[in-house]
């Protein structure tokens, strides 16, 4: 179900073709399925319960950078060797431009830092593209696109942060939703290249205010794994979201 061009490609192999292309997003919307929301002691099977999704979401945190502390490296590698899909790993980590690069070596197919913690953001994205991976660019809800407007060129992915990052089954904050409209405009009028991203809150509730604002790829861990069947939660987050698209 991904939807650009290197869709199959090995781990390793994706280094010519990480930069993302306008002609390869097709807008069809992608889920992405939070392994936050997961059975942790179960991670091989919780895997496998969601292979019908787009990008399988991993969100890294350590205790500094946000409150929480989940997993690292070690157990992305451990996910990746079993995983249908394609890895999308969301750093929530001090000092991104250090551990970065090994995710993307690692064959995750988007990784994603936060701007507030990243020193020179053009720095890491070149270094994740180098490695294999697009690059993505995350934004706490009180930062402005503004301040990184000049960096984005250098990004494949904008994640929106629609809570607070830190947690799983927090409420959406639909004030975030005028950001993702200003990045929506600068893709559709050419400025930029770029998924827009949402993260946090996403259910069948919120998922259609999002889609019209203009995302395309949905992360949504406690609809998805709190869902009796995940495969079937994904085709239904999926359709409300095609049904908004424009
Ligand atoms: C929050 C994480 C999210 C989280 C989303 O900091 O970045 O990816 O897992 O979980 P839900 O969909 O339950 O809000
Ligand atoms: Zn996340």
Redesign the pocket.
């Known amino acids: 179900m991904a939807r650009w061009r290197d869709t199959g490609t090995p781990a390793g192999e994706a280094a010519l073709t990480s930069r993302l292309d306008s002609a390869d997003v097709t807008r069809e919307p992608m889920i992405a399925p939070?392994l936050?929301?997961a059975d942790f002691a179960r991670l091989a099977d919780e895997v496998q319960r969601v292979a019908d999704a787009d990008w399988l979401?991993f969100?890294v945190?350590d205790a500094h950078f946000?409150p929480n502390l989940t997993f690292g490296l070690p157990v992305m590698q451990a996910v990746q060797a079993v995983s249908p899909v394609p890895l999308d790993c969301?750093l929530?980590i001090e000092n991104p431009q250090r551990w970065a690069p090994g995710y993307a070596e690692a064959g995750s197919r988007n990784v994603t830092v936060h701007a507030e913690a990243c020193a020179d953001p053009r720095a890491v994205a070149r270094d994740l593209r180098a490695a294999g991976a697009l690059a993505g660019l995350a934004l706490k809800p009180g930062t402005p696109l503004d301040t990184y407007l000049d960096v984005l060129p250098e990004f494949d992915t904008l994640l929106v942060?629609t809570?607070e990052?830190?947690?799983?089954?927090?409420e959406f904050m639909a004030e975030v939703l005028p950001k993702v409209r200003q990045a929506r405009k600068l893709v559709d009028s050419g400025h930029l290249t770029l998924f827009l991203e949402v993260?946090?809150?996403?259910?069948a509730d919120t998922i259609a205010q999002a889609a019209e604002a203009g995302a395309d790829v949905f992360?949504?861990?406690?609809?998805v794994y709190g869902a009796d069947d995940p495969g079937k939660a994904i085709a239904a987050l999926r359709a409300q979201a095609a049904a908004m698209a424009r």
């Open positions: 939070s936050l929301s979401h969100d945190m946000v969301h929530m942060m809570v990052p830190g947690f799983g089954g927090q993260d946090g809150g996403i259910n992360v949504a861990g406690s609809a």
